[in-house]
């Protein structure tokens, strides 16, 4: 590395919090699947900032929207209507199917809105007792990082030492269905649920076990709560996971790619009353549904469906996956994925999964390792067939090699 690149890396540890443990590489431009150093080496992105950056990096039609909405209107508040809400409503309810739209900032301020409204729609309208509603959650779950989402979390990172947390959660095992049965009681307000587990190493489910789960919660009025953030808006070779099951959530949260990296939106969006409980000074974000995240979320919706990034998905993700099962390794324990969220877990005995990201650095891909054995691997939904075989070529060479 170069004297600027490591005063660079030497700056941000001297002033910033240390809540991160980056690659080594310090990124400068980006575009399409590719990102640049300041160096001018190449990189092919393989974690598209956690499916946030699902069109690419800069896309210039999105891009353009940015542009020419922050040359007219950035923020007005929701004190005052604006001429890009209501057509963001518009165009991401006919998208998804959702009847009700709430538009927020961060991924993490969705959840905490839904589980707000899912509690209040307790008690106004399925007569839970005051103070008594409880949200079923799985174990190894990953929905933010607020206080109150990391109350039940399963990570013992993300809770030691942040405590008092808010009581109201139970916790069971991520893809059991039986277990889901067991614990819903008369208080029982919601499922808060990934359909796809992300953080926790791309963990999928039984099949079958999504199309249980809306079958329990509609027969005992659970609200299904399906965050989507990472695994939505094409993510998986679907517009939403869901529709892998043939299943509708109640609630559906998504974020990230519903900007396409430009600026932080995510939205919760309700198919029934959930979201009709809530009255004007009960819930609210100053920048939450503000012109220019409209205009960008539009754009970002527009240029999904319009370039036919979800088929790509799918398309790519299935060869890409096929290319990881072919890679004959010692160290590979497991290859998995859905779309383009893909996983390769090690063997422990392998070493830790962060000095492969590093080796794979060093080929010219970027990639990002999880709960120390797992290597996630997500790169936007523009990807080509011969930049995934690309690809599979440093992988294989990679995970053959002793990176010790």
């Not at 980006?30 to 092919?44: A, F, I, K, Q």
């Not at 940015?66 to 007005?76: S, W």
């Not at 549904?289 to 790519?316: F, T, W």
């Not at 054995?373 to 440093?394: F, M, N, Y």
Request: a negative charge; proline letters at 4%; hydrophobic letters at 40%.
């Amino acid at each position: 590395m170069s004297a600027s690149v490591i005063d660079l890396i030497a700056t941000e540890a001297r002033f910033g919090a240390h809540n991160y443990e980056p690659i080594g590489v310090v990124l400068s431009r980006g575009e399409g699947v590719w990102v640049w150093d300041t160096e001018g080496n190449r990189y092919l992105d393989c974690l598209s900032a956690y499916s946030a950056v699902s069109q690419g990096h800069c896309h210039p039609k999105i891009l353009a929207a940015m542009v020419e909405q922050a040359h007219r209107l950035t923020l007005t508040s929701r004190a005052f209507h604006n001429d890009q809400l209501a057509l963001f409503y518009e165009e991401i309810a006919a998208l998804t199917g959702s009847h009700k739209v709430l538009p927020m900032n961060s991924g993490a301020e969705a959840v905490e809105s839904a589980i707000k409204a899912v509690r209040k729609w307790g008690y106004e309208v399925k007569g839970v007792p005051d103070g008594a509603a409880e949200i079923i959650v799985c174990a190894n779950n990953f929905h933010g990082r607020t206080l109150g989402i990391v109350g039940f979390s399963t990570d013992p990172e993300t809770r030691t030492h942040f405590g008092p947390f808010a009581p109201g959660f139970r916790i069971i095992p991520f893809g059991d269905a039986a277990a889901l049965q067991d614990a819903i009681t008369p208080n029982t307000v919601a499922f808060l649920v990934e359909p796809i587990q992300g953080e926790a190493g791309v963990i999928i489910p039984p099949a079958g076990y999504f199309s249980e789960v809306r079958q329990l919660c509609t027969a005992n009025n659970v609200m299904l709560v399906l965050d989507e953030i990472q695994t939505g808006l094409g993510r998986t070779g679907k517009l939403l996971a869901e529709q892998h099951e043939g299943i509708e959530a109640d609630v559906t949260l998504l974020g990230k790619a519903l900007s396409g990296g430009f600026y932080p939106v995510s939205a919760v969006l309700s198919n029934n009353d959930v979201l009709g409980t809530l009255r004007p000074g009960q819930h609210g974000s100053t920048f939450g549904g503000n012109p220019l995240a409209c205009a960008v979320a539009r754009a970002a919706m527009r240029v999904l469906v319009e370039e036919g990034m979800i088929e790509n998905a799918a398309r790519q993700g299935e060869r890409f996956l096929e290319g990881l099962k072919n890679i004959r390794a010692n160290t590979i324990r497991e290859m998995r994925g859905r779309g383009l969220m893909l996983a390769v877990e090690l063997h422990p005995e392998a070493g830790r999964a962060r000095r492969y990201c590093e080796a794979l650095q060093a080929k010219g891909i970027l990639a990002k390792d999880t709960h120390e054995h797992t290597i996630r691997i997500a790169p936007p939904l523009v990807i080509t067939s011969d930049q995934v075989d690309w690809a599979l070529e440093r992988l294989a060479t990679t995970l053959t090699q002793d990176v010790s």
